[in-house]
């Protein structure tokens, strides 16, 4: 009987082969990723799922693809004599571009929403929890591609990884240098997820930590009907205040169902783009001729301001236009620029207190 007998310690191999056949995975990799010329004698699904077991049974490299090639218990349980060697699918892996990464990913996930509607109940699928993180991923080298230095010292990748908690999938996982930060480029991705799980569950909410409360976003998510509960850094002295606080000052904050009181425009020169000192793009919304009447004048600081003291068509438009708005005020040095404009003689001001000298010179008189 024992020279019967044959086993794997990768039990459930081949119910996951035939998971991944008869849902339409592999039909959906090999029509979505097209990489291969001639399919003789493997599709890409073939090696997408051979990597993909390889790493299931404990494999660490592509190396140790061989060892399931040699192993005739595994091809029994795949149902096949052969699968590709450790060499041809490194020449496969090579073939990927960026692009062709994304494909993979949206192949897997074109299958899920049928899965979900198949195996999950209606009411389990009232809302999906949509969790976004990022984590950092250690290598053992400094010079591979597309790593960086961590924020504690590590030379690691900083993969972006969104997950439906309802079912413990990974949506989307998306690698990035390892000294971005959390949220670098999140927000394509989690609406991507969004637009993914509706087309199974009826609600969407997301989670995440501090990172990922991306307030410029929150009023897209609301007007789309999706909930969001994002973590805050909890700092030691603001825990103290809302502990002291009695029970009955606590209440829900509702956001404003008016628009903002404020239509927000930015004026330069030209409307050519501007770049910053931190290398952030802005394109100018008016120019300095065609620009509205306003009620706020808001003028920035910065590096740029020791060469707008010398433009004297800049600072005559300030103090003109200064002069019709109900309030004035600037950033750090920019109060270098209302100075020259002569709009701060006689009053207080202050700035940056590696310019107090330069702007004691602009402004004529000031009483402290």
């Known amino acids: 009987m024992a020279e019967r007998v044959r086993a794997i310690d990768c039990g459930g191999i081949g119910a996951f082969h035939l998971l991944a056949c008869n849902s339409g995975l592999a039909d959906a990799i090999n029509q979505k990723v097209n990489l291969l010329k001639r399919h003789l004698p493997y599709h890409e699904s073939d090696h997408v799922l051979n990597i993909a077991y390889n790493t299931l049974t404990g494999g660490t490299c592509l190396d140790d693809i061989e060892l399931r090639r040699n192993d005739e218990a595994f091809m029994d349980g795949l149902g096949t004599e052969r699968i590709p060697d450790p060499t041809t699918a490194g020449d496969f ?158 209440r829900v904050m509702r956001r404003r169902e008016e628009p903002s009181p404020f239509e927000v425009f930015l004026v330069a020169e030209t409307q050519d783009v501007i770049t910053t000192t931190g290398g952030l793009k802005v394109v100018p919304d008016y120019t300095l001729d065609n620009c509205p009447s306003f009620d706020v004048l808001l003028v920035p600081g910065g590096w740029g301001t020791r060469k707008e003291l010398g433009n004297e068509r800049n600072i005559k438009w300030i103090s003109d236009r200064a002069r019709k708005a109900e309030t004035v005020a600037s950033v750090c040095t920019g109060a270098m620029l209302l100075g020259r404009a002569g709009l701060l003689d006689g009053r207080r001001a202050t700035t940056h207190l590696g310019f107090l000298e330069l702007d004691a010179g602009i402004i004529s008189r000031r009483d402290g």
Not at 108 to 137: M, V, Y
Not at 171 to 196: P, Q
Not at 217 to 238: I, K, P, R, S, Y
Request: contains cysteine; proline residues 2%.
């Open 93 to 250: 892996t090579r073939r990927f571009c960026e692009g062709d990464v994304i494909e993979l990913i949206e192949a897997i996930n074109s299958i899920r929403p049928k899965l979900w509607k198949k195996r999950l109940h209606r009411r389990e699928r009232g809302e999906a929890i949509i969790d976004t993180d990022g984590t950092h991923a250690l290598t053992w080298g400094e010079c591979k591609e597309g790593i960086g230095l961590s924020y504690d010292g590590q030379w690691c990748y900083h993969p972006l990884l969104i997950s439906l908690a309802n079912t413990m999938e990974p949506l989307y996982l998306v690698n990035r240098s390892g000294n971005c930060v959390s949220h670098d480029g999140a927000v394509a991705w989690i609406d991507r997820a969004i637009g993914l799980v509706r087309q199974s569950f009826e609600g969407v909410f997301l989670r995440g930590d501090t990172d990922f409360a991306l307030t410029a976003h929150f009023d897209h998510w609301t007007a789309e009907g999706v909930g969001f509960a994002f973590g805050m850094d909890a700092m030691t002295n603001l825990v103290q205040i809302a502990e002291g606080l009695e029970d009955k000052r606590w």
